[in-house]
């Protein structure tokens, strides 16, 4: 939780410091790259000797395309990192995800936006001498509410939070076998830089 804090502080002052220097609204229109980092709650996998995860940390990058009419999509590099909770091993989490987003009010400095990607995660849990631990590929999806801010005509930075999910991980045998659907929270802060116009 104290993560989670520091995370929305972080961005509140990220803001605040450099919305004075807010050029007009972009023209949002164009590729685009993009970077977020922050922070992950509440990550478990529900079942059978299922592990839950203490805070954490997370950080993607993308690359996409906005359409000008409040729709953009992109694609998306992932990890998650949680720390394993009451002896269980630390829960690692690398995805790759196509995102489908769709921006409200495209012309104001203050932009809603919800999205929602599907894609494939490695979930893998380190191993431990009191817990089960092993590593599943499956397919994942995410969906994503936030609110960005435009910096100048390329530049915008933004502010979301994100649900994980990956069904159906399972690994080990057994006593120790594991099987259930992993999920986690994230709050992430980033940046999107525009290209061209």
């Known amino acids: 939780m104290k993560s989670l804090i520091v995370t929305a502080a972080a961005a509140a002052a990220l803001v605040v410091a450099v919305t004075p220097f807010a050029s007009r609204a972009a023209d949002d229109n164009g590729w685009y790259v993009r970077g977020d980092a922050g922070a992950t709650f509440s990550g478990r996998i529900d079942g059978t000797n299922g592990p839950r995860s203490d805070d954490g940390w997370t950080a993607d990058l993308g690359a996409g395309k906005s359409f ?31 995102n489908g987003y769709y921006d409200f009010l495209p012309n104001s400095q203050w932009r809603p936006f919800i ?83």
């Open 68 to 98: 000008g009419n409040g729709f953009r999509s992109d694609a998306e590099l992932l990890y998650l990192d949680g720390s394993g909770k009451s002896g269980a091993g630390d829960t690692h989490v690398l995805a790759g995800f196509l």
């Open 115 to 197: 999205g929602a990607g599907i894609g494939v995660a490695d979930v893998k849990v380190d191993d431990s001498f009191r817990a089960p631990h092993g590593d599943r590929t499956t397919f994942a999806y995410q969906a994503i509410a936030g609110v960005s801010h435009p910096f100048s005509d390329r530049l915008t930075g933004e502010v979301a939070y994100r649900y994980i999910g990956a069904p159906n991980v399972k690994f080990g045998s057994d006593d120790d076998r594991v099987k259930g659907d992993f999920g986690a929270s994230l709050v992430t802060v980033g940046l999107r830089y525009r290209f061209g116009g």
